[in-house]
């Protein structure tokens, strides 16, 4: 069973449009909610984090919005630039089992 | 710079043969972690660390062992009972924390033929 899924499976943008990821899960004990973003050949990189206990966190052009009733967050990244062009990770953390549980990834194209 | 250094990036192994990945972090994190990414799969994980000399099996542990003999090193030996061993390997670690982040490795590609 998966705990966290992501839509869409793969995005594709036009540059300075917005781009938008969202998750959702299922385990309530969850209070940690980070983004990962992922260029070919390399590890991923945390991008921005939230808790449950706000519902928007900024960061430049990265917005997390987080709704706790619907068990949905989602990742907003404005004014889109070819170079956000990779892979693009949700995951949750919390309660009994601190290990992250990560979505399956989707993968962003932004066209110039 | 501090960090986590996965070696080989590339590895070529036959059927059959055991191979093993390393990783070391110069970050003094106590819990370190592996994943394997297929494409379409996310991370999933292998196993993990959080401390010397003792370690958990995650999600896809069967065919996979590690040993944590330094809080520096985290080796992750794929078997030759891993069915589909082919996939990128990430090697990731954290300082601890209920909110703190993983700091991840460049990963290592390993294709058995």
């Known amino acids: 069973q998966q705990q966290v899924k992501q839509s869409p499976q793969s995005l594709i943008v036009q540059k300075g449009g917005i781009s938008i990821i969202n998750c959702a899960y299922e385990?309530?004990?969850?209070?940690?909610f980070p983004w990962y973003q992922q260029f070919p050949g390399k590890g991923p990189a945390l991008l921005i984090a939230i808790r449950p206990d706000v519902s928007e966190k900024k960061e430049g052009r990265f917005t997390i919005s987080f709704n706790k009733s619907a068990k949905q967050f989602s990742l907003h990244i404005m004014d889109s630039q070819p170079g956000d062009s990779a892979t693009y990770f949700c995951?949750?953390?919390?309660?009994?089992?601190?290990?992250?549980?990560f979505g399956k990834g989707i993968t962003l194209s932004v066209r110039p | 710079d501090g960090g986590i250094t996965q070696s080989p990036k590339y590895l070529f192994r036959k059927e059959g043969q055991n191979v093993t990945l390393s990783c070391e972090q110069n970050?003094?994190?106590?819990?370190m972690y592996w994943y394997r990414q297929d494409p379409g799969q996310g991370l999933r994980l292998i196993y993990y660390s959080q401390i010397v000399n003792d370690f958990q099996k995650g999600d896809i542990a069967e065919g996979y062992s590690v040993s944590r003999e330094k809080k520096e090193s985290f080796p992750l030996t794929v078997t030759s009972a891993q069915k589909n061993p082919t996939a990128f390997y990430l090697c990731a670690s954290t300082p601890g924390g209920q909110n703190s982040p993983l700091h991840f490795g460049n990963g290592t590609r390993l294709t058995v033929t």
């Open positions: 385990n309530t004990a969850f209070d940690y």
């Open positions: 995951a949750a953390r919390g309660g009994a089992n601190s290990k992250l549980t």
């Open positions: 970050l003094n994190h106590d819990a």
